[in-house]
């Protein structure tokens, strides 16, 4: 099957740094993505990595590794607002450029 | 923010009924998506458009259809309603599905609360 594993939980604080790392077993897998939601509202588009290396977003960074099927998103200088859920998703070839998401990890970032 | 709009943001129905969601997109965009959100599952492909009237299955796609008539609207029909198919669901939509971020990024709608008696 194709899924994607990432902690259910974070807990950080602020200020600090952290990473949330996403392992994936896809076929037809060409880029991971992540997404961010705060409190079930609409997920937002945080990151892409189409090539092995690491991406960088202003406090935001995100990770590739195809050899070992791996991925991380790196959020420095925590804030309070930066507490919601992060979702990372495996893009797939030849299937209406669906994702497949993982189940996500709640981040709470503590004073 | 894309031009996504749903409709409507929430539904409490019965068993057995039927049930349409609409999805309304002033972007343009060729690709649509319905996704269903429930706790511990995160988001699960429900079916998917790449044009007018081509549309295909996602992984959970039982108990589900759907149609899309023109560019702007892909509507989800729940033929008979299930107390299963209690969940949050998304439109998504995407311009392009290329190796380019920029173009193939999807973009989400405000998700509708259907729960299901």
């Known amino acids: ?111 | 923010d894309a031009g996504i709009t749903q409709s409507p943001r929430h539904k409490v129905t019965e068993t057995g009924t039927p049930v349409t969601l609409r999805c309304h997109q002033t972007e343009n965009h060729r690709y649509m998506y319905w996704y269903r959100q429930d706790p511990g599952h995160g988001l699960r492909l429900i079916h998917y458009s790449y044009g007018v009237k081509d549309t295909d299955k996602g992984e959970v796609s039982d108990g589900y259809s759907v149609s899309r008539s023109k560019t702007e609207d892909f509507l989800l029909t729940l033929e008979s309603a299930t107390s299963s198919q209690t969940s949050v669901y998304f439109c998504a939509i995407s311009e392009t599905i290329t190796s380019g971020p920029s173009t193939d990024t999807q973009y989400f709608g405000p998700g509708t609360r259907l729960t299901v008696l």
């Not at chain 1, 961010?36 to 092995?52: E, I, K, R, V």
């Not at chain 1, 309070?80 to 709470?108: H, P, W």
Request: include cysteine.
């Open chain 1, 1 to 111: 099957g194709q899924s994607l594993e990432q902690p259910s939980e974070v807990t950080a604080v602020e200020g600090a740094i952290v990473q949330i790392n996403c392992t994936y077993q896809t076929s037809g897998f060409y880029g991971l993505s992540w997404y961010q939601q705060h409190d079930g509202g609409a997920p937002t588009f945080l990151s892409y990595n189409g090539l092995d290396g690491l991406e960088e977003t202003g406090r935001f960074s995100s990770f590739l590794s195809r050899s070992d099927s791996y991925g991380y998103l790196l959020l420095q200088e925590l804030q309070m607002k930066d507490s919601a859920s992060y979702f990372c998703a495996a893009r797939v070839y030849n299937q209406g450029g669906k994702l497949i998401f993982g189940q996500g990890t709640e981040l709470s970032v503590k004073p």
